[in-house]
């Protein structure tokens, strides 16, 4: 499996209430939460972000709220993959879940600035930089999890036992 | 190498002898928590499961309280829709207007969680139970939806921080000031995936009211959970409050731990985190005039009957300045009713505040308080995110219900000493 795209970044503690404002938590239909993803940090966001485009973050990427609607929006706003330096855990969990992909990759959210455009593979864990021209190697998840994302989230991996 | 007590709760959930950090298990859960907003999501999942029943109608707990009484059309077809599947299911504890309170207050108020116990709960302040000495997690809708269908979960076994707390809090020092002290000191990241381990002779100072605040709040040190040993305090309180039987686990004396602080409750003074993180916190001697436009006390953290009493206990010798709106919530209908029959209510009102029915409301920014452009709320809520409560540029002090009701008087951030109390 692989991504690519263009980056957003974004910095420390990306919170569930940014990503998704509860707000708009009267809706749980992807589509509609999609509208309204990183309103209240960049409102351009929705505007400008295309099929397959990435978002890169620092540390602690999904704090706060438990809202699955956070990574549902990302989703259906159309990003592929998000990296970070590390992500909350409920976020974490969430996102593998419902077969959002995401690396931590501490150097990655280092080396990688908006814009850039960054090619993703999965079974390997590396992230390239095309813009740059550099590469890094992301945290493969644990056995475990791997089977949770290859059945495309927990509930087809539970159908699945 | 010995288990800490929540490795302790983990293993035996597990049916193992032995847990250790790092490890992926697979846990028995007693109890799954879903609320208005997490569970019509979870609901859709289940649509998805080769098998559509749940597994124990008695240890789901669905509660309405984010958005009910409803605040609009959307909402009210969310309530609708977990409404019928309680009904469809026979889930006993499902929780609708009228008997509702906030999900956090409730659940212990109703004797549904004890000691020992493993509860996974769509919502990130699931971890509040750890004051009861039981293992107690947020997770996601579609978590939720696994546990429901399964009665299980998977987790990776935490490490864990220790907090050793001493001493006793000097007055109007609650435990809001300590996890506030705690998530200063830490970080909002600071427990990433770990659990948090109070421990040290000072608990039997704080009462189960300050225990539910400092567990509730470890999420926002990015903690797994925040539990307590069990005392007496708790034990009083399970037998109060409930018939479930429970189970008390000790952490080991070579139970490992990644970091351990002593904190002296008797050093700790009121504290308030200025926006927009929960880390960002300041001793009340350190605040310069900061002008407010609204103050908000309740919500799972801080709108235990404790709070209100603490509140009422300023308010009652001093009203609400003229121009400020002070929004009080209890957080369950019997709390609402015992401030009621203790006179707190009255205290409110007289005052110049306002008491509303139990709801998340204006924590999450929902409804029952939102801020304009450029306004200032002090409030005993939890987080202080950028539009948390309102406007993108609105702002919140996260503060203890002393400091709360004191900055209601003054309309500015203030501690009851400014008031000679």
Same mark, same amino acid.
């Given at each position: 499996?692989?991504?690519?795209?263009?980056?957003?970044?974004?910095?420390?503690?990306?919170?569930?209430?940014?990503?998704?404002?509860?707000?708009?938590?009267?809706?749980?239909?992807?589509? =509609?939460?999609?509208?309204?993803?990183?309103?209240?940090?960049?409102?351009?966001?929705?505007?400008?972000?295309?099929?397959?485009?990435?978002?890169?973050?620092?540390?602690?990427?999904?704090?706060?709220?438990?809202? =699955?609607?956070?990574?549902?929006?990302?989703?259906?706003?159309?990003?592929?993959?998000?990296?970070?330096?590390?992500?909350?855990?409920?976020?974490?969990?969430?996102?593998?879940?419902?077969?959002?992909?995401?690396?931590?990759?501490?150097?990655?959210?280092?080396?990688?600035?908006?814009?850039?455009?960054?090619?993703?593979?999965?079974?390997?864990?590396?992230?390239?930089?095309?813009?740059?021209?550099?590469?890094?190697?992301?945290?493969?998840?644990?056995?475990?999890?791997?089977?949770?994302?290859?059945?495309?989230?927990?509930?087809?991996?539970?159908?699945?036992? | 190498?010995?288990?800490?007590?929540?490795?302790?709760?983990?293993?035996?959930?597990?049916?193992?002898?032995?847990?250790?950090?790092?490890?992926?298990?697979?846990?028995?859960?007693?109890?799954?928590?879903?609320?208005?907003?997490?569970?019509?999501?979870?609901?859709?999942?289940?649509?998805?499961?080769?098998?559509?029943?749940?597994?124990?109608?008695?240890?789901?707990?669905?509660?309405?309280?984010?958005?009910?009484?409803?605040?609009?059309?959307?909402?009210?077809?969310?309530?609708?829709?977990?409404?019928?599947?309680?009904?469809?299911?026979?889930?006993?504890?499902?929780?609708?207007?009228?008997?509702?309170?906030?999900?956090?207050?409730?659940?212990?108020?109703?004797?549904?969680?004890? +000691?020992?116990?493993?509860?996974?709960?769509?919502?990130?302040?699931?971890?509040?139970?750890?004051?009861?000495?039981?293992?107690?997690?947020?997770?996601?809708?579609?978590?939720?939806?696994?546990? &429901?269908?399964?009665?299980?979960?998977?987790?990776?076994?935490?490490?864990?921080?220790?907090?050793?707390?001493?001493?006793?809090?000097?007055?109007?020092?609650?435990?809001?000031?300590?996890?506030?002290?705690?998530?200063?000191?830490?970080?909002?990241?600071? +427990?990433?995936?770990?659990?948090?381990?109070?421990?040290?002779?000072?608990? +039997?100072?704080?009462? &189960?009211?300050?225990?539910?605040?400092?567990?509730?709040?470890?999420?926002?040190?990015?903690?797994?959970?925040?539990?307590?040993?069990?005392?007496?305090?708790?034990?009083?309180?399970?037998?109060?409050?409930?018939?479930?039987?429970?189970?008390?686990?000790?952490?080991?004396?070579?139970?490992?731990?990644?970091?351990?602080?002593?904190?002296?409750?008797?050093?700790?003074?009121?504290?308030?985190?200025?926006?927009?993180?929960?880390?960002?916190?300041?001793?009340?001697?350190?605040?310069?005039?900061?002008?407010?436009?609204?103050?908000?006390?309740?919500?799972?953290?801080?709108?235990?009957?404790?709070?209100?009493?603490?509140?009422? +206990?300023?308010?009652?010798?001093?009203?609400?300045?003229?121009?400020?709106?002070?929004?009080?919530?209890?957080?369950?209908?019997?709390?609402?009713?015992?401030?009621?029959?203790?006179?707190?209510?009255?205290?409110?009102?007289?005052?110049?505040?306002?008491?509303?029915?139990?709801?998340?409301?204006?924590?999450?920014?929902?409804? &029952?308080?939102?801020?304009?452009?450029?306004?200032?709320?002090?409030?005993?809520?939890?987080?202080?995110?950028?539009?948390?409560?309102?406007?993108?540029?609105?702002?919140?002090?996260?503060?203890?219900?002393?400091?709360?009701?004191?900055?209601?008087?003054?309309?500015?951030?203030?501690?009851?000493?400014?008031?000679?109390?």
């Amino acid at each position: 499996m692989q991504a690519k795209g263009i980056v957003f970044k974004y910095g420390d503690n990306v919170d569930t209430d940014v990503i998704i404002p509860a707000r708009y938590l009267n809706s749980s239909d992807p589509a =509609e939460l999609a509208k309204h993803c990183m309103e209240d940090i960049d409102k351009e966001f929705v505007n400008r972000v295309q099929k397959g485009d990435i978002i890169v973050a620092d540390k602690n990427f999904g704090c706060g709220s438990s809202r =699955e609607h956070a990574p549902l929006a990302i989703k259906a706003a159309g990003v592929s993959c998000v990296i970070a330096e590390t992500f909350a855990r409920i976020f974490y969990r969430n996102a593998i879940n419902i077969g959002l992909p995401i690396i931590e990759c501490p150097e990655a959210s280092k080396g990688i600035e908006a814009g850039d455009e960054v090619e993703i593979d999965f079974d390997s864990g590396i992230i390239y930089n095309r813009t740059k021209g550099t590469s890094f190697q992301g945290q493969a998840f644990p056995p475990f999890m791997q089977k949770i994302i290859a059945a495309e989230g927990l509930i087809n991996y539970i159908n699945n036992k | 190498m010995g288990m800490t007590m929540t490795q302790k709760i983990l293993a035996a959930a597990a049916g193992l002898a032995e847990v250790k950090a790092g490890q992926l298990i697979e846990a028995d859960l007693s109890l799954v928590l879903g609320n208005d907003i997490t569970s019509p999501v979870a609901i859709h999942e289940m649509d998805k499961f080769n098998k559509q029943s749940v597994f124990d109608k008695e240890k789901i707990a669905l509660v309405m309280d984010h958005f009910v009484p409803n605040k609009d059309i959307k909402s009210a077809e969310h309530c609708k829709c977990v409404r019928q599947f309680a009904c469809q299911n026979g889930i006993t504890n499902f929780f609708d207007v009228g008997e509702m309170g906030i999900e956090h207050a409730l659940l212990p108020e109703k004797g549904l969680v004890v +000691a020992g116990d493993v509860v996974i709960g769509a919502d990130s302040h699931t971890c509040t139970y750890g004051a009861l000495g039981a293992f107690s997690t947020g997770v996601g809708s579609t978590d939720m939806a696994a546990g &429901m269908a399964t009665g299980k979960a998977w987790f990776k076994v935490p490490s864990a921080i220790k907090f050793v707390l001493t001493g006793k809090p000097q007055p109007w020092i609650s435990g809001k000031d300590v996890i506030l002290h705690i998530i200063g000191m830490i970080g909002v990241d600071g +427990a990433l995936y770990k659990s948090m381990e109070f421990t040290g002779d000072g608990i +039997a100072n704080l009462s &189960m009211d300050d225990r539910f605040t400092i567990s509730n709040m470890a999420i926002e040190a990015g903690g797994k959970n925040g539990i307590f040993p069990v005392d007496e305090t708790t034990i009083a309180y399970m037998k109060e409050h409930s018939t479930k039987e429970f189970k008390i686990y000790e952490a080991d004396e070579d139970a490992e731990y990644e970091a351990v602080y002593t904190i002296d409750l008797s050093t700790l003074k009121s504290t308030v985190s200025f926006p927009h993180l929960p880390e960002n916190t300041h001793t009340i001697d350190e605040v310069e005039e900061i002008a407010i436009d609204q103050v908000v006390i309740g919500s799972c953290t801080n709108g235990h009957i404790e709070d209100l009493r603490c509140a009422a +206990a300023i308010l009652e010798k001093f009203p609400v300045k003229k121009g400020l709106r002070c929004i009080i919530i209890p957080a369950t209908q019997k709390i609402y009713l015992q401030a009621i029959e203790e006179g707190l209510v009255q205290t409110f009102i007289k005052a110049g505040a306002v008491v509303s029915t139990p709801t998340c409301g204006p924590c999450l920014g929902g409804y &029952m308080g939102i801020l304009a452009a450029n306004e200032r709320c002090v409030s005993t809520t939890n987080r202080n995110f950028v539009g948390r409560m309102g406007d993108v540029t609105s702002e919140i002090y996260l503060a203890s219900p002393a400091v709360a009701a004191a900055s209601a008087v003054t309309g500015k951030i203030s501690g009851p000493a400014e008031l000679g109390l």
